[in-house]
């Protein structure tokens, strides 16, 4: 990924699968995520298990074991995103992503599914 990896020059993207690239393979396709997906997993099982619910920490172990290639970021073009689009900085991760590997973005978020559908569109 070179000196573009956002304060990471030359940082080869985190695997946690052997599979590559965004074509489809078999039934499935690849999945991929900012390497600050790994953070947000554990933010939320952590919340959740404050809250008593004990499957939390579990399920954190069993999302570490899903085939998801993490990668570092262009921060000052993430932000660039996010100002663009009145996003988050997170959420612009994940804008970002996808138009640099140039694959679908998936996302139940509608500011970020709209964003995306103006950015991909050209609209805006």
């Not at 052997?18 to 919340?47: D, Y």
């Not at 809250?51 to 993430?78: F, N, Q, T, W």
């Not at 679908?104 to 805006?124: I, N």
Request: charged share 20%; hydrophobic share 40%; proline share 6%.
């Amino acid at each position: 990924m070179g000196s573009r990896a956002g304060g990471y020059p030359d940082r080869p993207r985190q695997r946690l699968t052997r599979r590559r690239g965004c074509p489809s393979r078999g039934f499935g396709h690849r999945l991929h995520a900012p390497h600050l997906l790994q953070a947000e997993l554990a933010n939320v099982a952590l919340a959740k298990h404050r809250r008593g619910e004990s499957h939390a920490l579990a399920a954190l172990r069993l999302a570490g074991e899903l085939a998801i290639d993490l990668h570092p970021l262009d921060m000052p073009a993430v932000a660039g995103l996010a100002a663009r689009y009145a996003l988050t900085a997170y959420d612009s991760d994940y804008l970002w992503l996808a138009a640099e590997l140039q694959c679908p973005l998936l996302t139940f978020d509608q500011k970020l599914g709209v964003a995306a559908q103006r950015f991909f569109s050209g609209q805006g």
